[in-house]
């Protein structure tokens, strides 16, 4: 399990604030390793539960319509994390 360290600063300016303190933010290359790292969970999941999910098993219409809503979901979040910003079409082009 990933915990945090949060240490208090307290002086005139942040009375009675926490914030988080410079060495407490991890770099960003790793925020974006783990964010792609969740992808390829969320495939393996994915992969994993339509094999050997008892619901799945035995049961195409499920597994179908199971498969649709997940493609559907890949879809809108390649759209929307990628497609769009790259067209620069958002507001979201600026953050990519």
Same mark, same amino acid.
């Given at each position: #399990? +990933?915990?945090?360290? @949060?240490?208090?600063?307290?002086?005139?300016?942040?009375?009675?604030?926490?914030?988080?303190?410079?060495?407490?933010?991890?770099?960003?290359?790793? +925020? @974006? $390793?783990?964010?792609?790292? #969740? %992808?390829?969970?969320? $495939?393996?999941?994915?992969?994993?539960?339509?094999?050997?999910?008892? *619901?799945?098993?035995?049961?195409?219409?499920?597994?179908?319509? =199971?498969?649709?809503? =997940?493609? *559907?979901?890949?879809?809108?979040?390649?759209? %929307?994390?990628?497609?769009?910003?790259?067209?620069?079409?958002?507001?979201?082009?600026?953050?990519?």
């Amino acid at each position: #399990m +990933l915990t945090a360290t @949060v240490r208090a600063r307290r002086d005139g300016r942040d009375r009675g604030h926490v914030r988080l303190l410079d060495s407490a933010t991890p770099p960003q290359g790793n +925020l @974006v $390793a783990v964010h792609l790292f #969740m %992808y390829l969970a969320l $495939a393996l999941a994915f992969t994993h539960e339509i094999a050997l999910g008892p *619901s799945f098993v035995g049961h195409p219409l499920t597994r179908f319509v =199971w498969s649709v809503l =997940w493609a *559907s979901t890949a879809g809108l979040v390649l759209v %929307y994390r990628f497609g769009l910003p790259c067209s620069g079409r958002s507001d979201t082009a600026s953050r990519l």
